[in-house]
């Protein structure tokens, strides 16, 4: 079974750091492009960023470039999201997702996401 | 960035009668090099992660529901359930991937 799980979601004050995780199993994490894309309450999708399979590419979206890094460890079959310099409209529910034959375009498969409260 | 926008914002279908949804985009997202659009559909349940319906505007995931479709070209796209069902209440976004940032449309909810 493909499985996706985010962590690492939480209430931050702005301006602080956080980091989010993405565990997967169930597929060829070697075979895949990640993503992350966000949800903000009662809103729709933003994309937020993009890694090959080998991190050869990373895309971001302007609202988080020079903020955000994403990485993954093929070996540990994960993604993460290192968020600095949070604002409150980062708040969102954060959604690892996965792009079929390493393919960067669109999300073949998703998790259900870890919620980012920026607030202070 | 390529701006897409959604219409209806919302719709009402009764059970096994057609529900179409627009999407149009800010500029064309067909890539002549190789004839194809660059759209993809996704529904959204209550509480639940986005799902790829729909690439390539046109080509349904697998294991998506024979009564789902996507057509249309360049800036003009349509998804259309042919008969709908109960569990098919949901939010629908489209999304183009022509070019960096990948952009959604605001969405359309489709109720019974």
């Known amino acids: 079974e493909v499985q996706l799980v985010e962590s690492g979601g939480d209430l931050v004050q702005p301006g602080r750091s956080l980091r989010l995780s993405c565990a997967t199993s169930?597929?060829?994490?070697?075979?895949?492009?990640m993503h992350w894309v966000r949800q903000a309450p009662g809103k729709g999708l933003e994309w937020v960023s993009s890694?090959?399979?080998?991190?050869?590419?990373?895309g971001y979206a302007d609202s988080v470039k020079g903020r955000f890094s994403i990485s993954r460890d093929n070996a540990k079959n994960s993604l993460y999201l290192q968020m600095n310099s949070l604002r409150p409209e980062d708040t969102a529910l954060y959604y690892c997702?996965?792009?079929?034959?390493?393919?960067?375009?669109?999300?073949?498969?998703w998790g259900r996401g870890t919620l980012v409260n920026v607030s202070s | 960035d390529i701006a897409m926008t959604q219409s209806p914002d919302s719709l009402a279908v009764s059970l096994g009668e057609r529900a179409t949804i627009n999407c149009k985009s800010s500029?064309?997202?067909?890539?002549?090099?190789?004839?194809?659009?660059?759209l993809a559909w996704y529904q959204q349940k209550s509480g639940q992660p986005p799902k790829l319906l729909i690439y390539?505007?046109?080509t349904r995931e697998s294991g998506v529901p024979g009564r789902f479709s996507g057509s249309g070209s360049g800036t003009d796209f349509s998804l259309t359930i042919s008969s709908l069902q109960a569990e098919d209440v949901a939010i629908y976004y489209c999304?183009?991937?022509?070019?960096?940032?990948?952009?959604f449309g605001q969405g359309t909810k489709v109720e019974i």
């Open positions: 390539w505007a046109s």
């Open positions: 890694v090959d399979w080998n991190s050869g590419y990373m």
């Open positions: 999304q183009q991937y022509y070019s960096s940032p990948w952009t």
């Open positions: 169930g597929f060829t994490f070697t075979r895949y492009a």
């Open positions: 997702a996965g792009g079929r034959n390493q393919q960067l375009y669109f999300f073949n498969i």
């Open positions: 500029q064309s997202v067909l890539f002549r090099s190789n004839d194809k659009n660059y």
